[in-house]
């Protein structure tokens, strides 16, 4: 389905979040409220920095 473009994955850094996108562990926070905002397009990715 993904070849024949029946489907089209959606991956919401959270750019449109307030505060911009999504970044370390105060992200998860603001990630999830932002899904609860009903703003999110796809899954909500929160970045991670390897050494966190």
């Known amino acids: 389905m993904l070849q024949d ?3 089209s ?3 919401d850094f959270g750019l449109n979040a ?3 996108d999504l970044k370390g562990l105060d992200g998860c926070v603001r990630g999830v409220e932002y899904l609860y905002t009903g703003k999110s397009v796809g899954k909500v ?3 991670l920095d390897e050494y966190a």
Do not use: A, C, E, Q
């Open 5 to 7: 473009g029946t489907i």
């Open 9 to 11: 994955p959606k991956v």
């Open 18 to 20: 307030v505060g911009g």
């Open 45 to 47: 990715v929160v970045k």
